[in-house]
């Protein structure tokens, strides 16, 4: 089982940039899948989750309205496209993915998810 994370780099605020996840061994429409950033000297916390049982799409306010996540069921790949982006954007980020439709509801996103990905840094200049 293996999440592998692609995407990062450095941009230029108010740019964009697309992170994908490509998964082995799972398949993602089975799963509840999410981001997750940790922003230097900073706890990891998580930006953005779908719950596998109801569909629903949770995003921290922080991200509501910039960041989108998608999933493509015949490329078993995840995807956060990332708009406007912020100098405060700056962070490692993982993607994660859990059998348990609780591990995502609105307003907590389960930092105990069952597979995770290697990091990719982003890095937003001013």
């Known amino acids: 089982v293996q999440l592998q994370a692609s995407g990062g780099g450095l941009v230029q605020a108010g740019g964009s940039m697309r992170l994908s996840c490509a998964a082995s061994?799972?398949?993602?429409?089975?799963?509840?899948i999410s981001w997750f950033r940790q922003a230097p000297g900073k706890e990891r916390k998580g930006i953005v989750c779908?719950?596998?049982?109801?569909?629903?799409?949770y995003y921290r306010d922080s991200v509501k309205g910039r960041f989108t996540i998608s999933r493509d069921t015949a490329n078993n790949t995840m995807y956060l496209q990332m708009n406007n982006l912020k100098p405060e954007d700056t962070a490692v980020y993982y993607c994660a993915a859990d059998p348990y439709g609780a591990s995502c509801n609105e307003g907590f996103i389960y930092d105990g998810m069952e597979t995770w990905g290697k990091g990719t840094q982003v890095t937003v200049s001013s």
């Open positions: 061994g799972i398949t993602l429409v089975d799963y509840t």
């Open positions: 779908i719950n596998r049982h109801s569909g629903g799409t």
